[in-house]
């Protein structure tokens, strides 16, 4: 099916594990980006990539890794999960100059 | 730090009633502007954009746009208890493609 997913859309992980949220588009877009939102912080961006090997830093990159060896997809890892990002994860996709299409998040707790 | 507000609610509206969202941002060099709206649990969805200054209609949607107040706004005529959600402006700025999002107005249509 054409669009954009994410997997899984839900994880409970402990404190200190690595986890991997995945994210595939398959209108081969450029653009590919990271959010997380927080009740009372909105969405907020933690990588974005411009195209496959091309990634950058958002407003809250810590923690978080990314990569993009394909232009359908965009992972991100966080390398030893914390508390704080406890979270909901949406990734997303664009062409140029036009508004994102989400997927539909990911819900991680982390204990 | 780039800054997009918005009053985040809840704004009650009586169906059939026009419910009016408004929306500022602090980076002068904004050039494309979105609406987002985003059901309890889902993601956000893409309902308007607009680029230049004035109005731009979509059915019973408005988008409103002053660039010489920092001021975008969405109007939703004939409210329906369906369009309660909340509701993200987004704002990108002039050289690149990341969006930064407000913390949303929260509508309710009350029957």
């Known amino acids: 099916d054409a669009g954009i997913t994410q997997s899984p859309r839900y994880k409970i992980t402990e404190t200190g594990r690595q986890v991997t949220l995945m994210c595939h588009q398959t209108w081969s877009h450029s653009y590919m980006f990271w959010y997380r939102q927080d009740l009372g912080h909105g969405l907020r961006l933690i990588y974005y990539s411009a195209a496959a090997d091309i990634t950058d830093k958002g407003e809250v990159p810590d923690g978080y890794v990314v990569s993009r060896s394909k232009t359908e997809n965009f992972p991100l890892t966080l390398e030893s999960a914390t508390r704080s990002q406890t979270s909901v994860y949406f990734c997303?996709?664009?062409?140029?100059?036009?508004?994102?299409?989400f997927g539909s998040g990911t819900r991680l707790t982390v204990v | 730090q780039k800054e997009v507000e918005q009053n985040s609610g809840p704004l009650s509206v009586p169906e059939g009633a026009i419910a009016s969202l408004n929306c500022t941002y602090s980076d002068r060099v904004s050039q494309s502007f979105f609406w987002y709206r985003q059901y309890s649990g889902k993601s956000p969805e893409l309902i308007m954009s607009?680029?230049?200054?004035g109005d731009k209609e979509d059915g019973r949607f408005t988008a409103q746009l002053n660039k010489a107040s920092q001021y975008v706004s969405l109007l939703i005529r004939d409210s329906q208890p369906s369009d309660s959600a909340t509701y993200l402006c987004a704002v990108k700025e002039g050289g690149g493609n990341k969006l930064t999002f407000g913390t949303g107005t929260q509508l309710k249509v009350e029957l």
């Open positions: 997303a996709s664009s062409r140029d100059d036009y508004g994102y299409t």
């Open positions: 607009i680029y230049s200054n």
